[in-house]
Structure formats: C-alpha cells, structure tokens
C-alpha cells in the first residue's frame, strides 16, 4: 500500500475528496453553532448556572475539534500536496484522532443533558433513564478505547481498518441512544396532552422537535457505520464524524434557543371585571337572562377559571420544558 500507483483518482476522490468535504461542511456547521452561542447569550440571561457552564463549554471544546479537524485537513491536503501516499505511509496525525476525541465528548455532554430531559419529562423514572445513561456512556468508553489505540496504529488507513470493530460499536450504541432519547420523549409527551388546544401545541412542538433531533443525529450515526463497514478505502465515514458532532451541538442550542425568552409569566386577569352585560347576553328570549347579583357573579367566576385552567395547563407544560435544564 506504500506505492503512488495504488493511489487511483477513485482513491483519492474517496480519502482527499471526502476529507475536505467534511471539513468543508463541519465550518458551515461550525458557524451555524456561532450564530446560535450568540442569541443564546442576546436572548437568555437568568438561566441557571450549570446551563450558563454547559453552552461555553460545548462551545469551546467545538472550537478546539474544529482546529484540529482544519489542521488535519490542512496536513493532508496541502502539506502533503504532491505526496498522496502520505496518507497510507504515515503514522496517524495526532490532530486528527483528537478532533474525533473531542466528537466524542462533545456526544457524550449533549446526551447526557437530552437523557435528563427524558427524566424530567418520564417524572423521573430511573429505569428508562438509566438504560439511556448506561448505553451513553458504553459509547464514550468505546470511543475513548478507539482514539487511543489509533494513536498506536503504523499507519492512518492501517488503524481505520484494524479498529473497525470498535467503531461500529461505537456508533452503532451512539445511533442507539439518539433513537431511544426521541422514542421515550415522543411516548412521555403524548402523555402530556391535555386536549387543551394552548398546551397540545406547546407539546406538539415539542413532540416534533425530539424525533427530529433524535432521528437527524442517530440517522446520521447509521450513516456512518454503514459508509465505514461497506466502504473501507474511504474516508467518507470519517467526514460524516466531522459533522456529526456540530449537529448534536447545534440541536442542543437549539432546544436552548426555542423556549420562551425571559419566561415572563401571563398577565394576570384584571382585579375590577368587566360588567357581567358585555359578557352575558341579555336581550335574546332564547337564551338566560342573569337578573340577581349571586348568579352574575357565579357566571363570571366560572369564566375566569376556565381562563386559568386554560393558561395554567400550557404554563405546566412550558414549565416543564423550561425547567429540564438544570
């Protein structure tokens, strides 16, 4: 495998060529998740203060995996211009491996807040979350174990292929936890619906949200255990790695991003109501008439609490999706 000649134009369209898309659209991504650090900061000021820990954190170890993912690129693609065979006679580019390292945890962080979403919403139940958790962290180890021993490997491509195995575990238990989080948040949340149509599209929103986040990234997971498995000679898997973790930390700003700026609790109704004339008919013969003080007020207390178990069921929802952030 030393040799230029094996080097066909399919074999570096599937290295090279995937190597830079990926890098290409992990930047896209990468911005993306700029942009939404920012209207976190413009929009959410009193959240609390493991929330406010968690966005610079996730911020920043993206930050770093996105270097590492330009320096890797860059050595490859520019360094070695005019040396392909660099990329079969090379020991693996540390910056490389570390920039899957920081995929990983990054991974692992963001689940790790959506499995407290499910347990929050699940009313706390130990047995769905601790499965979650478990698997999560089954993954980190593997992934951990993986970075490691690809440091260790002769060549790049030698440790693509030999760790095969670890990887498609790894993946396959990250695909695994992304579509259990959106199974158990899709069946906790139809249990919220409360037929009030306020509060059914609070939870309608969200009902939608989790299978899209939950699909999206274990759709992509899939993905890329298929592309390592089918497609050995490519690196097409590996850029499908470069993006998936920018997508697991754009979905968690965007749950972030999505409630309720300020939490500003509903006006309260007014202390003097409006007279009982100009909200009870009084002319038509085919409908009551209200003629003595007890009934109007009997009329208009009945009122005002539909109004509030009306506001107060969508405040219990919107609590609650408000609240599953620490």
């Known amino acids: 495998m030393a040799g230029v000649g094996l080097l066909t134009p399919k074999l570096l369209d599937d290295s090279f060529g995937a190597l830079f898309i990926g890098f290409a659209v992990s930047t896209l991504l990468f911005g993306i998740l700029l942009a939404q650090v920012v209207s976190y900061y413009r929009l959410f000021r009193g959240d609390g203060l493991y929330v406010r820990l ?3 954190l996730i911020c920043l170890l993206e930050t770093v995996d996105q270097v590492f993912i330009a320096h890797g690129s860059y050595h490859y693609l520019v360094t070695l211009w005019g040396n392909p065979a660099g990329l079969i006679s090379e020991r693996p580019l540390p910056t490389l491996v570390l920039g899957q390292t920081f995929g990983t945890l990054v991974g692992t962080l963001v689940k790790g807040v959506f499995a407290y979403r499910v347990w929050r919403f699940s ?3 130990y047995i769905v979350t601790g499965c979650l958790v478990a698997v999560i ?3 980190f180890i593997c992934g951990m174990y993986y970075s490691h021993q690809a440091l260790a490997q002769p060549t790049f491509l030698a440790g693509f292929n030999r760790l095969a195995n670890i990887a498609t575990l790894s993946l396959s238990l990250g695909a695994a936890s992304d579509f259990i989080t959106a199974a158990a948040l899709a ?6 619906r409360t037929g009030d149509n306020m509060s059914d599209s609070l939870v309608n929103s969200l009902f939608v949200y989790g299978l899209g986040t939950g699909f999206a990234s274990g759709g992509l997971s899939v993905l890329t255990v298929l592309l390592y498995n089918l497609e050995r000679g490519s690196l097409a898997s590996l850029a499908c790695f470069f993006v998936l973790s920018k997508v697991l930390a754009i979905s968690f700003m965007t749950s972030l991003n999505t409630r309720k700026a300020g939490h500003a609790p509903p006006s309260p109704l007014p202390s003097n109501p409006l007279p009982v004339q100009m909200i009870l008919p009084t002319s038509s013969s ?3 008439h209200f003629h003595n ?6 009329a208009m207390y ?3 609490s539909n109004v509030v178990h009306t506001t107060g069921s969508s405040q219990i929802v919107d609590s609650k999706s408000n609240d599953c952030y620490f």
């Open 54 to 56: 968690m966005v610079p």
């Open 137 to 139: 962290l089954a993954q």
């Open 293 to 298: 003080k007890a009934t109007n007020e009997a």
């Open 286 to 288: 085919s409908q009551p």
């Open 123 to 125: 009313g706390q139940n």
């Open 302 to 304: 009945e009122m005002r």
């Open 187 to 192: 069946y906790y949340l139809r249990k919220m």
